[in-house]
Antibody, heavy 119, light 107 residues
Framework: EVQLVESGGGLVQPGGSLRLSCAASGFTFSSYAMGWVRQAPGKGLEWVSGIGGTGISAYYADSVQGRFTISRDNSKNTLYLQMNSLRAEDTAVYFC????????????WGQGTLVTVSS | EIVMTQSPATLSVSPGERATLSCRASQSISSKLAWYQQKLGQAPRLLMYGASTRATGIPARFSGSGSGTEFTLTISSLQSEDFAVYYCQQYNNWPRTFGQGTKVEIK
């Protein structure tokens, strides 16, 4: 059974940093592209970042380019999102996402972790 | 960036009736379209990809159609568990973009 468990969310001040983690199990982690999708309170879904199976290729939404860094440790079956220079508009539930065939379609989602940026 | 527009914003349907949801892309995305269902407080669930291929475990009452810029998700006979918010998503270009969602509510 595929499981994706996020951690690392919480309350942070504007300009601060946070690192999210996603522990994956139930599939061959290194064989699949992964990513992060977020949802602001009461709003729709936004693709934040994606990364290939080897970790070499990464993609970012314009809204986070230069501030967020996605990475993965295939030896630990874990996906990360380092978030710097956080803004109020980054407040959202962040979902860990397993991609179906590396094409940006998400076939499995984590339960989400809430990030709140506020002073 | 490709803009995805869903209509209507809210659809009121009686159980057992058919529901038809629309999604339009601002430019052609071939058949690179997925649909997701999200219930309150839960993560989304993949329903459809390739515009018309049902994901694993999705019942046959869900069907998808379309290509290019116009797409449709049809739920042939609404069950109680189908009342939720539905999102379309294009994966032809980066950034991948979602529509704003259609809420299917009980009439």
């Amino acid at each position: 059974e595929v499981q994706l468990v996020e951690s690392g969310g919480g309350l942070v001040q504007p300009g601060g940093s946070l690192r999210l983690s996603c522990a994956a199990s139930g599939f061959t982690f290194s064989s699949y592209a992964m990513g992060w999708v977020r949802q602001a309170p009461g709003k729709g879904l936004e693709w934040v970042s994606g990364i290939g199976g080897t970790g070499i290729s990464a993609y970012y939404a314009d809204s986070v380019q230069g501030r967020f860094t996605i990475s993965r440790d295939n030896s630990k079956n874990t996906l990360y999102l380092q978030m710097n220079s956080l803004r109020a508009e980054d407040t959202a539930v962040y979902f860990c996402a397993k991609q179906h065939s590396g094409n940006g379609v998400v076939d499995y989602w984590g339960q989400g972790t809430l990030v709140t940026v506020s002073s | 960036e490709i803009v995805m527009t869903q209509s209507p914003a809210t659809l009121s349907v009686s159980p057992g009736e058919r529901a038809t949801l629309s999604c339009r892309a601002s430019q052609s995305i071939s058949s690179k379209l997925a649909w997701y269902q999200q219930k309150l407080g839960q993560a989304p669930r993949l329903l459809m990809y390739g515009a018309s291929t049902r994901a694993t475990g999705i019942p046959a009452r869900f069907s998808g159609s379309g290509s290019g810029t116009e797409f449709t998700l049809t739920i042939s006979s609404l069950q109680s568990e189908d009342f939720a918010v539905y999102y379309c998503q294009q994966y032809n270009n980066w950034p991948r973009t979602f529509g704003q969602g259609t809420k299917v509510e009980i009439k």
